[in-house]
């Protein structure tokens, strides 16, 4: 099987899948490839928390040119997988290929799959994007071209607890990812303190809980597939609301936007983690870090929304808030603004590339040491 994922998250997947007990995992681009039984397609949807979307190839063949690539996909026996009252939808992604369109490779696809049906029983299955029986994959890599059923149906970003969100809000994944790449221990507090929809506050709270990211999916792909087990499924599903943990310390949000927190709070309420993640209004420059150890992290806004001073100066404050009022924390801050991030004035002891959407973004460490206010400055010239 195949998971996707966003760049830069690869190896947080490829853990969290080893642990979870996939066999043969190997990292590739922008995707992990494992193996596993059909209870642990079942499995990796619920639990994997940095995964897309989770894909079940079923065959290869050349495709160099359009004959072939109808010819390849009517040949498939789509009759084990849909029946002609089912509906369909096909994605389709190339890369150096003879073939330059996705789009039109999609729809290539879904024209072969139809054609079957409709020369062997005279019905047709329909094509339905928001909610198919089946969703079917195509990857062209040069003349290979790979057939996966997507047993995710909508992308597992789409967690569910997200009610509404503010502008620029990060993905459910993404928020994920952030805090499994901070190592965060779980053994102490966890601070956003410009929460937005609180979508990394909401993530973190999962996490020390140890509860599955898709505990609040409506449904998944496989659900809907021919030989979906209902009672595996109930099973593994049940199995998982055994596993939840203690958790002893603080996950604390603040956002400077009365609006934006009153969104935060009904995203928190609706998750049901009303009683464990504490939210409150505030301009970070007020904010200090509870007692003890903790890990910060913060999603600014973003340099394109304001002015240039104004970002220099932004950012000169969070830092200095940082030394002030965060010792004993390791604070981190994703931004695609590299240059913003400088004025910072702390030396980051981490620097990791990743992206969020299209922006090619940092996501910085910055260990701010009690007792000394200098931490590690940066030289700014
Ligand atoms: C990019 S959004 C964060 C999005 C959030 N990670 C999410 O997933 O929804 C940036 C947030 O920072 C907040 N913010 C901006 N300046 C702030 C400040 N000085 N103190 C606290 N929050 C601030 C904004 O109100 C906004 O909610």
Redesign the pocket.
Known sequence: MVAKTISGLEEVLARELTELGAIDVEVLKRAVSFKGDQGFLYKANLWCRTALRILKPITTFEAEDNESLYEGIKNIHWEDFITPENTLAVDAVVSDSFFRHSQFVAQKTKDAIVDRFRDRTGKRPSVNLDHPDLKVNIRIHKNECTVSLDSSGQSLHKRGYRLN??????SEVL?AGLILLSGWDKRSNFI?????????LIEAALIAFNIPPGYYRKEFGFEKWKDFDQDLWEMIYNASLTKQTEFEHRIIG????PR?LKI?MENVRFAKFHKDIELEE????R?RAPEGRGTLI?????GERLQEDDIIT?YK?IGDTLKSNYQNFSAWIISSDLQALKFIGLKPTRNIHIFNGPLECKFCKFEIYAGSKKGKYMDLK
Do not use: H, K
Not at 165 to 170: C, F, N, R, T
Not at 192 to 200: K, L
Not at 282 to 285: A, G, I, K, N, V
């Open positions: 969100a503010v502008e620029a809000p990060l928020a956003d303190a410009m929460c937005g929809s609180g979508t990394i603040s956002d400077i936007s934006n935060a505030m301009p970070f420059e904010s913060i999603n600014p806004p973003y932004f404050s």
